[in-house]
């Protein structure tokens, strides 16, 4: 594995002499942009194809208590990163739980599900439900909770909060990296052989992980 600045630069060196403008396309926070991107692509077609996750592309996340986001009683609400979308049914929040990994929370994935759950007699005061919505995680069930973990597939890695840019392993493995290096190319290539604005380009699925 490698840093994403590691990985950055290594595109910049393959990229030296190919028929697109560099300098005009890989300015770095752009292509940091790109490498988020396009690991997001790699790892939804290998779920796929697989239905499994890589342990390498997963990050603990220790979502901190905030007593600003408190603005509801019924549920505890913590920040949390955006996760990839590996299919139309499932996303990258792969455990949610206690710091020990000895209880998993219940996740529900529509609002309308956990209103129910809430509101029956039987399942009320049951086990601890979340449901994650524009960057937020809604914990009900333990009104005191100001903890918890979860191992995660995150859209952009570096907003994990233990995550160190310079230092830390970018989460992908080897063989995904060289795919995404190899979408990365084809995409930014046929935008600068073609007069379509490459921004717009980038809104389709490359066929390499069709």
């Not at 990229?15 to 790892?43: E, M, N, T």
């Not at 956990?114 to 005061?125: E, I, M, P, S």
């Not at 086990?127 to 973990?149: A, F």
Request: hydrophobic content about 35%.
């Amino acid at each position: 594995m490698a840093t994403l600045v590691q990985i950055a630069d290594s595109i910049i060196r393959d990229a030296q002499g190919s028929s697109f403008a560099l300098q005009s396309k890989f300015q770095i926070p752009y292509l940091y942009d790109l490498i988020h991107q396009y690991r997001s692509l790699v790892i939804q077609a290998y779920y796929s194809k697989t239905g499994r996750v890589h342990p390498l592309w997963t990050q603990k996340v220790y979502p901190e208590y905030n007593k600003d986001l408190q603005d509801d009683p019924c549920c505890v609400k913590f920040e949390v990163p955006s996760p990839v979308t590996l299919d139309d049914q499932t996303d990258g929040f792969l455990y949610i739980g206690t710091l020990t990994k000895n209880c998993a929370f219940r996740r529900f994935m529509d609002r309308s599900e956990l209103a129910v759950y809430n509101n029956h007699r039987v399942t009320k005061g049951g086990s601890i439900r979340t449901i994650y919505s524009d960057g937020i995680l809604e914990v009900y069930g333990d009104s005191l909770l100001k903890e918890l973990m979860m191992d995660s597939v995150i859209y952009n890695p570096t907003l994990v909060s233990e995550y160190n840019i310079d230092m830390s392993e970018y989460p992908l493995d080897q063989n995904s990296i060289a795919a995404m290096k190899k979408l990365i190319f084809e995409i930014t290539d046929n935008a600068a052989k073609s007069p379509t604005n490459i921004s717009q380009t980038m809104t389709d699925k490359p066929s390499a992980v069709k």
